[in-house]
């Protein structure tokens, strides 16, 4: 498809939504957000809006998806400004300038997906190629990622991680001190976590005795092994205790919901190699 010279802004809108023919190019991997289904009943060529109008499509948490038809907008941005007025219920406290769009194609194999969109490149590509633009804001691919369980292909980074333990004392959680006690090789999901932990951790030092009561409250007078029914957290420490250069525990912040049963969610939220990761149950 050659673009040569850049169509006059009339031209540009009615030849964005007059052809009978999807763009079809080679995208590579589906969009996970993105059905390969379109609605019963409607196939490609009615999926055309009319001239001068762009379809919007959000994927919704539920796994659905909601459209909406604009004016074709002028450039990429006002695009973002208009996404954020007609799918608000969607984009709750998402800023225009966070909003992401992407073109919405056919696939040589007929499978629907998207590709990414440079805002500078709105008026060269988007009304030639597209009927149909994705809009999702950061973060949110990842949100429907974890809802449905999926993957992260992003390669896994392992290390050293070092454990504390996190105990009710008086009202207040406290932690134990970062020591060489309790390292564990960075997990990858949460089962590896507590494996790890009953492996490696060393079971002799004073400071186990509180990863004990940490992850098994109470008196009990069988083998320790840390309970498999959800009760235990996982926590990250956002702070650095500059005395020591190193993570604090005066401030810990729990792992989302999504982390204990999403391996892409706890991949996200993992610190890094030499990081502190607190066990409690809270």
Wanted: glycine share 8%; net charge negative.
């Amino acid at each position: 498809m050659s673009t040569a010279t850049t169509p006059s802004r009339a031209r540009r809108r009615t030849s964005a939504t007059t052809s009978a023919q999807p763009c079809v190019v080679d995208a590579g991997p589906r969009d996970p957000a993105l059905s390969n289904d379109r609605p019963a009943g409607v196939d490609a060529d009615d999926y055309n809006p009319p001239p001068g109008v762009l379809r919007l499509t959000i994927s919704t948490q539920g796994g659905g998806t909601e459209l909406a038809l604009i004016p074709f907008p002028e450039t990429y941005e006002d695009a973002q400004r208009a996404a954020v007025d007609v799918l608000a219920p969607h984009l709750q406290g998402v800023s225009p300038e966070n909003v992401e769009l992407r073109g919405v194609i056919q696939d040589r194999d007929g499978s629907w997906t998207t590709a990414a969109i440079r805002p500078r490149d709105w008026n060269t590509i988007v009304p030639t190629c597209y009927n149909e633009v994705m809009v999702a804001s950061h973060g949110m691919r990842d949100s429907l990622q974890d809802a449905r369980g999926e993957e992260d292909e992003t390669p896994f980074i392992y290390g050293r991680l070092f454990v504390t333990a996190g105990t009710m004392n008086g009202g207040l959680l406290t932690w134990t001190l970062a020591s060489n006690w309790g390292t564990i090789t960075r997990p990858a999901c949460y089962e590896d976590a507590l494996s790890l932990i009953e492996r490696e951790a060393n079971p002799d030092h004073y400071d186990s005795k509180r990863l004990k009561q940490a992850t098994r409250p109470g008196d009990t007078t069988g083998p320790w092994s840390i309970p498999r029914d959800g009760s235990v957290k996982m926590c990250t420490f956002p702070t650095v205790d500059l005395s020591f250069n190193r993570p604090s525990t005066q401030v810990w912040l729990p792992l989302p919901a999504a982390a204990y049963t999403s391996p892409a969610c706890w991949r996200r939220n993992m610190p890094g190699p030499e990081g502190l990761i607190g066990v409690a149950c809270i």
